[in-house]
């Protein structure tokens, strides 16, 4: 069935698929904590959604470069699990949900774009406005967790606040592709978006996303001047390796110290985050080719030498530690793909848009570690921009 909106058709039964498989392979953290069951069939679903996109994926188009790229970087992150005795099941669950996504949105944009787009948007929203209201409404949270770090920690129906950014990065997304599709440039109804956006996180509290947000919203009028030079994807990701060497290895910010904490009130070490990447090194070192895998938070937490953290807080050294450096160098080419399409594209609002995401999503894997199912979907989008903007 298909209906005429604004002289443009859209396929209903396809809309529809799109959003149930979203549904089925989004996972969310509130529906899981209520409905224990509910992970294991989910996991079912997850599977069945997979095995119909890989089917209709080999079926009707040739499997991408960085499709391939993803499929080897997830199966040595499998393998350095299984082969260290990790979280076998959690890695499966998420290097399962991180493919399907991707081949859902490679194969969406190519067949059934605006139907993809539709579905992306509605589908986004409605968990988008559910969980502000829980922050609004019951802003102690709706759930409480604990680990070896922090003792209670509030969470709503997208779960902790950290956490928020994974579904608010789509939302912002989607719903943008889909204004400038609408009048054909960035449209300011998509500031409308950003704006409202920031103030979720800001009610939660999730300052590093918060700061992503603002980043990426400040960032797309300056990427709407005509691209030069300097001002464009390739410039902005040479400088955050820049600032990664410069703050990670080198500790430039040390020499400074004294300064920050008279600014800012903080020390230099970033919350002790500093103390977290030391520790992590000192684990890559030990193993460096293929890492350890998914692990369980409370062994990770247990390894730990100085501060109780879960993972590395820092992207990079984080994949490192997880897959070695066969597996940066996998997760860095995916990476250049997508970043080598965007530039092609530079002069697209589309293009502008996914290069502030990216850039913005890269700011924020400089304190924090975000799953593959946060990272990879939204680099294949940036990947198929030629057909984005068709």
Same mark, same amino acid.
């Given at each position: 069935?298909?209906?005429?909106?604004?002289?443009?058709?859209?396929?209903?039964?396809?809309?529809?698929?799109?959003?149930?498989?979203?549904?089925?392979?989004?996972?969310? %953290?509130?529906?899981?904590?209520?409905?224990?069951?509910?992970?294991?069939?989910?996991?079912?679903?997850?599977?069945?959604?997979?095995?119909?996109?890989?089917?209709?994926?080999?079926?009707?188009?040739?499997?991408?470069?960085?499709?391939?790229?993803?499929?080897?970087?997830?199966?040595?992150?499998?393998?350095?699990?299984?082969?260290?005795?990790?979280?076998?099941?959690?890695?499966? =669950?998420?290097?399962?949900?991180?493919?399907?996504?991707?081949?859902?949105?490679?194969?969406?944009?190519?067949?059934?774009?605006?139907?993809?787009?539709?579905?992306?948007?509605?589908?986004?929203?409605?968990?988008?406005?559910?969980?502000?209201?829980?922050?609004?409404?019951?802003?102690?949270?709706?759930?409480?967790?604990?680990?070896?770090?922090?003792? #209670?920690?509030?969470?709503?129906?997208?779960?902790?606040?950290?956490?928020?950014?994974?579904?608010?990065? =789509?939302?912002?997304?989607?719903?943008?592709?889909?204004?400038?599709?609408?009048?054909?440039?960035?449209?300011? #109804?998509?500031?409308?978006?950003?704006?409202?956006?920031?103030?979720?996180?800001?009610?939660?509290?999730?300052?590093?996303?918060?700061?992503?947000?603002?980043?990426?919203?400040?960032?797309? %009028?300056?990427?709407?001047?005509? =691209?030069?030079?300097?001002?464009?994807?390739?410039?902005?990701?040479?400088?955050?390796?820049?600032?990664?060497?410069?703050?990670?290895?080198?500790?430039?910010?040390?020499?400074?110290?004294?300064?920050?904490?008279?600014?800012?009130?903080?020390?230099? #070490?970033?919350?002790?985050?500093?103390?977290?990447?030391?520790?992590?090194?000192?684990?890559?070192?030990?193993? %460096?080719?293929?890492?350890?895998?998914?692990?369980?938070?409370?062994?990770?937490?247990?390894?730990?030498?100085?501060?109780?953290?879960?993972?590395?807080?820092?992207?990079?050294?984080?994949?490192?530690?997880?897959?070695?450096?066969?597996?940066?160098?996998?997760?860095?080419?995916?990476?250049?793909?997508?970043?080598?399409?965007?530039?092609?594209?530079?002069?697209?609002?589309?293009?502008?848009?996914?290069?502030?995401?990216?850039?913005? =999503?890269?700011?924020?894997?400089?304190?924090?570690?975000?799953?593959?199912?946060?990272?990879? %979907?939204?680099?294949?989008?940036?990947?198929?921009?030629?057909?984005?903007?068709?």
């Amino acid at each position: 069935m298909k209906i005429s909106i604004k002289n443009s058709e859209i396929n209903i039964g396809a809309t529809i698929f799109y959003a149930i498989s979203l549904l089925f392979v989004m996972e969310i %953290p509130y529906l899981n904590y209520v409905l224990p069951k509910w992970t294991t069939i989910q996991m079912f679903l997850q599977l069945i959604v997979f095995f119909l996109f890989v089917f209709r994926a080999i079926q009707k188009t040739k499997i991408s470069k960085i499709q391939w790229a993803i499929w080897i970087f997830c199966g040595i992150y499998i393998l350095s699990t299984v082969i260290n005795g990790g979280n076998i099941l959690g890695c499966f =669950s998420e290097t399962l949900n991180t493919i399907t996504l991707s081949i859902m949105f490679e194969y969406g944009i190519k067949h059934n774009k605006k139907e993809l787009i539709t579905a992306a948007c509605l589908y986004f929203s409605i968990i988008f406005l559910i969980n502000f209201a829980t922050i609004v409404l019951v802003p102690q949270g709706l759930y409480g967790t604990s680990n070896l770090l922090y003792s #209670t920690r509030e969470n709503w129906f997208l779960g902790y606040r950290n956490v928020h950014i994974v579904f608010i990065q =789509s939302y912002i997304m989607w719903n943008s592709i889909r204004i400038i599709g609408k009048h054909k440039r960035i449209y300011k #109804t998509i500031y409308l978006i950003y704006a409202w956006s920031a103030v979720s996180l800001l009610i939660a509290d999730s300052q590093t996303s918060l700061i992503g947000v603002m980043i990426s919203m400040i960032l797309l %009028p300056i990427l709407q001047f005509r =691209s030069n030079r300097i001002n464009n994807i390739i410039t902005y990701g040479i400088a955050y390796l820049a600032i990664w060497f410069s703050i990670v290895m080198f500790r430039i910010q040390d020499r400074f110290a004294e300064f920050i904490t008279g600014m800012t009130g903080r020390s230099a #070490t970033f919350t002790g985050r500093t103390f977290i990447w030391d520790d992590t090194i000192s684990f890559i070192k030990k193993n %460096p080719i293929i890492g350890y895998g998914k692990e369980e938070n409370t062994v990770r937490q247990l390894k730990a030498i100085t501060v109780k953290a879960a993972h590395g807080h820092n992207q990079i050294l984080e994949i490192l530690y997880r897959t070695g450096i066969v597996g940066i160098i996998v997760y860095m080419y995916i990476y250049s793909l997508s970043i080598k399409k965007l530039y092609q594209y530079r002069e697209n609002d589309n293009s502008k848009l996914l290069s502030s995401l990216v850039i913005s =999503s890269l700011i924020m894997c400089l304190t924090e570690y975000y799953s593959i199912v946060f990272i990879f %979907p939204l680099l294949v989008v940036a990947y198929n921009i030629d057909r984005v903007t068709k």
